[in-house]
Structure formats: structure tokens, C-alpha cells
């Protein structure tokens, strides 16, 4: 069994403000086209995009190639080419997308279309080819792309920790109005999940081929993150699950003449309480 010795949360303040500030500038390019409390449904997928563009930069090439030579290569075996549960067969990148400004948006649109369905559905969701259409019909789709084609979002440089604060931050700016926990797990919910997990008569939750089980929800979204080898190691631990799918039990609403026989009988009894209580006939 592994070891565990001091486990303690990760409280140290990341300082993003310098790239969140940079990424926040980007969005006067939008302005005129989009109003101010809408920039975020555009700057939130373009730093989506970038971050999927920079992380699958080294094993790009070899992934094109390969789908240039065989378009119906498995999409596993794609995905152990490009080293992620996500690739691109385009030979776009947004850097390639200002060269030709004139069919910006048709190569953005082609751009997109390269990637593996699941970032496809992620976009969609996003509703990136109407922003396209929207960026590209109000002229400022180009300094957008070329913004962003310039923007340091490696993974070298920036860790999934260190990531997902610049994602947090911006969806603070963007989404002032919006409570935070309906885009992220709180972060007082993952740790009261890990205690529970890290409870005394658990260590053995670290033994070789051990299996730890899954909520029985057949189609929870389960995630599992951790570092033990950090100076302060860290887990992340949750489940995303469909609620009303499963808690949830439609019942048919009655007839509109069900319900006002029903109001009528309620207010005559009503009625006949007042006239009682005050001794009238």
C-alpha cells in the first residue's frame, strides 16, 4: 500500500491577473459587434480553442499526415498519435487562418471540423460557427483569430491547475451575474467528497489494483486528478450527475376543468367557514 503522509489541501493563491488581463483586452476587438455582457460567449471558446491548438501542437503533424494517408484511421489509434483523448486532422491552425483573410471564416469552419467529435460537441454546445458567421458579417473575426493565434497557452507553461484559475477568472469577469458553481464543482464539495474518500479505514483506496467504485448512475461523469508527488499533493475527485434523470419523475398535469372544479369547491367551502365564523346564514 502507498504511503500517505500529511495530505493537505492546496490553499496557496495562483496569480493569473497579468493573463486574465491579456485574454480580457482581446475582447475590444468585439466591441461594436458584440455588447459588453456577451464577450464571454466568444473569448470563452477562443480560449478553449487555443488551449486544444497549443496542447496538441507537438503530435500535430504526425496526426494530419496519418489521416491524409488513411481518413478512416480508428479514432483510438488516433488518439494514441496525438498522446490525448482529443486530436485535429486539419492542417489549419488560427495562425494559418489570418493568412488567407479573405476565406477567414470558411477555414475557421474547416478548422473546427477537424477535430475529434467529442471537442466537436464541446463547440457546438458553444455555438462556435454562429459566432464565426457573426464575427465574420461584422469584420472583426480577423484581429480575433490573430489575437488569439498569439496567445501563450501551452501546456509548459501553463499546468491544468494553473489552466483551469484563467478559466475561472475569466468566467468571473465574463458571467458577473452568473454563480460560479454552475460552471464549477465548489470547491468546498470536492473537498468534503476527498475527506470522505481519505476517511480513517480508507488507505486501502491506494492499494495495487485496487478498485474504487463508481456512483450507480450508468452515465455519471467521473473524474479523477491527482499529484501526490507535489510539494502539497493534491486530489481532485467528483461525479457529474444527470439529476432529474434519475431523481426526477414527470407526473401528467391535470385538466384545466379538473383543476377549476376543484377552485370552485375550495372557495365555496371557503366561503361557508367566513359565513360561519361570523354567524351569518
Given amino acids: 500500500m502507498a504511503e500517505i503522509k500529511n495530505m493537505v489541501w492546496e490553499e496557496t493563491p495562483i496569480d493569473v491577473s497579468a493573463e486574465a488581463n491579456f485574454i480580457w483586452s482581446i ?90 467529435t467529442n471537442v466537436i460537441d464541446i463547440l457546438n454546445e458553444l455555438e462556435m460557427t454562429k459566432h464565426i458567421e457573426k464575427m465574420d458579417k461584422d469584420g472583426c ?67 495495487e489494483n485496487k478498485i474504487v467504485t463508481v456512483p450507480h448512475v450508468p452515465d455519471a461523469q467521473w473524474f479523477w486528478e491527482e499529484n501526490l508527488n507535489a510539494k502539497k499533493p493534491i486530489i481532485k475527485i467528483g461525479a457529474e450527475i444527470p439529476f432529474t434523470r434519475y431523481f426526477y419523475q414527470y407526473q401528467q398535469p391535470e385538466a384545466s376543468e379538473v383543476l377549476a372544479e376543484r377552485f370552485s369547491a375550495l372557495e365555496n367551502s371557503v366561503d361557508d367557514r367566513i359565513r360561519k365564523l361570523f354567524g351569518k346564514a
Fill in 141 to 207: 473575426i480577423y484581429n480575433v483569430v490573430k489575437a488569439f493565434s498569439e496567445l501563450d497557452l501551452y501546456p509548459d507553461t501553463y499546468n491544468s491547475i494553473k489552466m483551469g484559475y484563467i478559466f475561472e477568472n475569466l468566467i468571473g469577469r465574463f458571467f458577473q451575474n452568473v454563480d460560479a458553481g454552475q460552471y464549477y464543482t465548489g470547491r468546498d464539495i470536492i473537498k468534503l467528497c476527498v475527506s470522505l474518500l481519505m476517511a480513517e479505514g480508507c488507505d486501502d483506496i491506494f492499494d
Fill in 27 to 116: 475582447a475590444n476587438k468585439l466591441r461594436g459587434s458584440y455588447m459588453p455582457d456577451k464577450y464571454g460567449d466568444v473569448i470563452i471558446p477562443m480560449v478553449v480553442i487555443r488551449r486544444f491548438e497549443c496542447t496538441l501542437e507537438p503530435t500535430k503533424q504526425a496526426v494530419v499526415e496519418m489521416y491524409k494517408s488513411n481518413p478512416k484511421y480508428p479514432v483510438k489509434a488516433m488518439c494514441k498519435l496525438s498522446g490525448y483523448d482529443f486530436y485535429n486532422t486539419s492542417e489549419f491552425t488560427l495562425k494559418e487562418l489570418c493568412n488567407d483573410a479573405d476565406h477567414i471564416a470558411a477555414n475557421f469552419k474547416s478548422y473546427i471540423a477537424g477535430f475529434s
